[in-house]
């Protein structure tokens, strides 16, 4: 034992003396190519003391790196996380300057935008050559690992014999996406499991709205009651309800609460990381549902945040690769653009910084805040990377650019497999989607109007000559919101029609909704035949609309469709007339939105080509999820096989939840409380 520490100490000295060589090499190189960064003095100075400047500042600079860096980065947890990353590279070159200050030679000046150029590059080199030298080292890995969550291991009791649960999303990725990445070789990880095998790969199905706002919320919380689409228009209230708006989440997680009768999935001992909502965590980093709350202690996210900006190297890593990113999509739109690709959408603006975000700030402070949870034990941890999803939807499901970030997320599935072994008790590690998504030209771009302009024109009020862009509710967008603690356009300001008879119009994915907001209830058929008596005939015989759902004074609830379909709900199983093209569970799908107290005066689903499994978005997207038909509505669930099979013809949101409720259950005693239920019930 003694001459395995003494080997351990060697090594790790051994590694050191590595790293500041290459850094003082590194600091040489930079300092003869760069005009502005100077080591020796200006009447020129011997190899010898250039060397031992060169070595002596980079020695400093390695040093103030791991002592003052963590003390930085507490000190700025409360900037915003997207401004904490622009920092890092000023926060890096200020070092650099300090340790060219304290040299004892005497010999080191740089301007400060080359101090920054020569930190960052000075930290990369340092990295890379680290874990390079400790690629075999086990131990050292290990000791690196459990450094990541030290702290936060201090304030907890020893971990439990029982197994903790890890449950992974991959947003927005669809069952036959995740096979086919497999076959292909982009996914090792995922086929290693699948081979051995170790999990079992099973499909689930959506509800009608097919988006991470309620399929989060049913899987979370245990309930998705009243939620129809992505965005919706509730007449009672006078607001437009927007899931990934801050405070949106916080009152659908309310309801939910109520609903279910119980906290959620995580209240005990649980792990929120990148969702919309928290399932009950005490634990909780870039969730959405908090963002409106005051800082405390509670909800500062320092789990995420802290336990990796505090290392430099990962800090400039992550702010190097966050840039190569936003030039990578510039490229990628570029060639998209002179080849003429279609189906295209534009990709300008603020997108490839959002893109960035998602691809690489979010999935790092996710995957390190995942990796700090299981080394501290935590019994439950739910966590979504949103990568996918984000490119899917400008790029396309099954794209290039698409496949790229699936082999980037197997590589996060690997390292935080590589953590489970190391963590204080055993991990079951559970990957799943929210949904899919299907491909497809946007109904704008097929038609040259937006579903807006349709109804307008069905209500015979004026069409702009110009169709305007849909808002795009991607939900990457929520976690840069959540990071920058900025709630976003209350209210619905940004939905106010112009006159209060004229429609209001909302679009989910393929999903449309229509509401009539100076009609203080649900209209009719009969009412809105009465008001318009062109606009249902002429939506349901459009082309690129698939089927209308509207109330029913005579029958309760109709689906409406071209020449003339009008089928009641309760006769759709012997006759799901436009329905038929939409698989299994639509007929009951459709039903259960009916039923929901803010479902929209006409619920319009796009159409749906089984054949090529596309359907024509509402907004601006050629990957798009939201409403019935094809891909979108198809998730996975990967499991380990020690836990019990999903049940057979899994569907809906709240199924999951009661399956994953029972996993938890498995690995050792309830881990929702049931009392609340059963006062609930008394």
């Not at 400790?134 to 201090?154: F, G, I």
């Not at 939620?227 to 919706?232: C, E, G, H, I, N």
């Not at 999803?389 to 650019?401: K, Y």
Request: hydrophobic letters at 40%; glycine letters at 10%.
């Amino acid at each position: 034992m003694v001459a395995g520490r003494w080997r351990r100490v060697a090594s790790q000295v051994g590694r050191s003396v590595t790293v500041w060589a290459v850094s003082t090499l590194t600091m040489l190189v930079l300092a003869g190519i760069l005009p502005d960064f100077q080591i020796q003095s200006p009447d020129g100075d011997s190899a010898t003391r250039i060397a031992v400047t060169a070595a002596f500042g980079a020695g400093a600079f390695g040093l103030l790196s791991a002592l003052v860096w963590p003390l930085l980065v507490r000190l700025f947890l409360l900037v915003p996380t997207l401004v904490l990353g622009l920092l890092v590279f000023v926060l890096n070159g200020s070092l650099l300057l300090l340790a060219l200050r304290i040299n004892p030679s005497g010999r080191g000046e740089v301007a400060p935008e080359t101090a920054v150029v020569v930190a960052a590059v000075m930290s990369a080199v340092a990295s890379a050559t680290g874990g390079a030298l400790a690629v075999r080292d086990d131990d050292a890995y290990r000791r690196r690992l459990y450094r990541l969550a030290d702290r936060r291991r201090r304030n907890r009791p020893p971990g439990p014999a029982t197994p903790g649960t890890l449950f992974l999303q991959l947003d927005g990725v669809g069952h036959d996406v995740l096979l086919a990445a497999v076959d292909k070789g982009l996914m090792p990880t995922v086929a290693r499991w699948l081979e051995r095998p170790t999990h079992r790969l099973t499909s689930w199905r959506t509800d009608w709205s097919s988006q991470t706002g309620a399929s989060q919320l049913g899987i979370l919380h245990g309930s998705n009651h009243d939620v129809p689409a992505f965005r919706w228009y509730e007449k009672d209230r006078g607001e437009v309800m927007v899931c990934n708006r801050p405070t949106s989440a916080v009152e659908l997680q309310r309801r939910a609460v109520e609903q279910a009768g119980h906290g959620g999935l995580l209240v005990v001992d649980g792990a929120s990381r990148g969702n919309l909502f928290s399932g009950g965590a005490e634990e909780q980093a870039l969730v959405l549902s908090i963002a409106t709350r005051r800082r405390s202690r509670e909800t500062r996210s320092r789990a995420g945040y802290f336990a990796y900006f505090s290392d430099p190297a990962n800090a400039v890593r992550t702010a190097l690769s966050f840039f190569a990113e936003v030039g990578r999509e510039i490229g990628q739109s570029t060639r998209a653009r002179v080849r003429k690709e279609r189906p295209r959408v534009g990709r300008g603006g603020l997108y490839p910084l959002v893109r960035a975000f998602a691809t690489v700030v979010e999935r790092d402070v996710v995957v390190a805040a995942v990796m700090g949870d299981m080394l501290t034990g935590h019994t439950a941890i739910y966590a979504d990377l949103v990568a996918y999803d984000e490119v899917a939807h400008h790029s396309g499901p099954t794209s290039r650019d698409a496949a790229k970030v699936l082999q980037r997320l197997d590589r996060s599935l690997a390292l935080i497999e590589n953590v489970a072994e190391h963590a204080p008790r055993r991990y079951r590690i559970v990957v799943l989607s929210d949904h899919g998504q299907s491909p497809g030209e946007t109904f704008r771009t097929r038609y040259g109007l937006t579903l807006g302009d349709l109804v307008r024109a069905g209500c015979g009020l004026p069409v702009p000559r110009k169709a305007d862009r849909t808002h795009s509710g991607a939900e990457a967008r929520a976690a840069v919101r959540a990071a920058l603690r900025r709630p976003g356009k209350e209210g619905r300001e940004q939905y106010r029609p112009a006159r209060d008879s004229e429609p209001i119009v909302l679009a989910s994915g393929n999903l449309g909704l229509v509401s009539f907001p100076d009609v203080h209830h649900r209209m009719s058929k009969e009412e809105i035949d009465a008001r318009h008596p062109a606009l249902l005939t002429t939506l349901a015989n459009h082309p690129g609309i698939g089927f209308l759902l509207v109330r029913s004074e005579e029958h309760g609830g109709v689906v409406l469709g071209p020449f003339g379909t009008e089928i009641p709900l309760d006769r759709l199983d012997e006759n799901p007339g436009p329905l038929a093209d939409f698989g299994p569970g639509a007929v009951e799908a459709v039903r259960r939105t009916h039923s929901f107290p803010h479902t929209a005066d006409i619920m319009v689903n796009s159409w749906y080509d089984p054949a090529e499994g596309e359907v024509l978005a509402f907004e601006e997207q050629i990957g798009s999820h939201g409403g019935l038909g094809g891909a979108q509505g198809k998730p996975f669930l990967l499991s380990p096989l020690a836990l019990s099979a999903p049940p057979e013809g899994l569907h809906g949101a709240e199924g999951v939840h009661q399956v994953l409720r029972r996993w938890l259950d498995e690995a050792g005693g309830p881990q929702v409380p049931l009392e609340r239920a059963e006062e609930k019930a008394a």
